[in-house]
């Protein structure tokens, strides 16, 4: 069964403090690894699509980086707009399913 | 492209009362997903339409739980004889891409089981 866990699940950044937040995976035959930004009462917005160990993908101030058995998303010099659960999910290959990690609920305070 | 719509956008029911729900996708997005997403939880897959065929279902689906997709345009998710552990957030996705990695999630159906 594919699982996909995030860590921290809260993270609180002054703005302008840098950070990272982790996405640790199993999965039988990655096909690709998504991130997603969430706000509250809203569905999951796309990021990023990343497909093999080395890949980096980068927009605005975020950054995602894979490999074989973690992902991490970078976020550069955050800001309050920034604030927002993050959502990492895999998808094995041959199959539409994605199974998402339970999130970062990131805060940036001014 | 307004985006993927779904109808209602709340659905306070009674246990054992059937419920049906209703998604949008973009125009022209041939590919639409059904999620369930529960508070503090991440979405959880239910089931997936390339056009009108539901070529995957997820296997943790009750027997309860229905979805069509005639004429691969809107879709319609029915929950029958409502639990109170349906009560979730339904999402809909839709995706033009050929691999299916960008998906556009509308904003959701809460369904709240009294």
């Known amino acids: 069964e594919d699982q996909v866990t995030q860590s921290p699940e809260a993270l609180r950044l002054q703005e302008g403090e840098s950070s990272s937040l982790n996405c640790s995976y199993t999965v039988s035959g990655l096909r690709g690894l998504f991130w997603y930004r969430q706000d509250p009462g809203k569905g999951p917005e796309f990021l990023f699509t990343l497909y093999s160990a080395g890949e980096e993908k980068e927009k605005e101030r975020l950054k995602a980086t894979l490999t074989k058995k973690e992902s991490f998303l970078h976020i550069t010099a955050p800001k309050p707009e920034d604030s927002a659960t993050y959502l990492c999910?895999?998808?094995?290959?041959?199959?539409?399913?994605?199974?998402f990690g339970i999130g970062t609920k990131l805060q940036v305070i001014p | 492209d307004t985006g993927v719509s779904q109808d209602p956008r709340h659905k306070i029911t009674k246990r054992g009362q059937n419920v049906t729900f209703r998604c949008d996708p973009i125009?022209?997005?041939?590919?639409l997903y059904w999620y369930r997403q529960t508070l503090g939880q991440g979405p959880e897959f239910l089931t997936y339409?390339?056009?009108?065929?539901?070529?995957?279902k997820s296997r943790l689906l009750s027997d309860r739980f229905s979805a069509e997709r005639p004429k691969g345009s809107f879709s319609t998710l029915e929950i029958q004889r409502t639990e109170q552990g349906d009560s979730a957030m339904y999402l809909c996705?839709?995706?033009?891409?050929?691999?299916?990695?960008?998906?556009?999630f509308g904003p959701g159906t809460r369904l709240t089981v009294t």
């Open positions: 339409f390339q056009n009108e065929a539901q070529l995957e």
């Open positions: 125009s022209e997005h041939n590919r």
């Open positions: 996705a839709s995706s033009s891409d050929p691999r299916g990695d960008e998906q556009y």
């Open positions: 999910a895999v998808q094995a290959e041959g199959y539409q399913k994605v199974t």
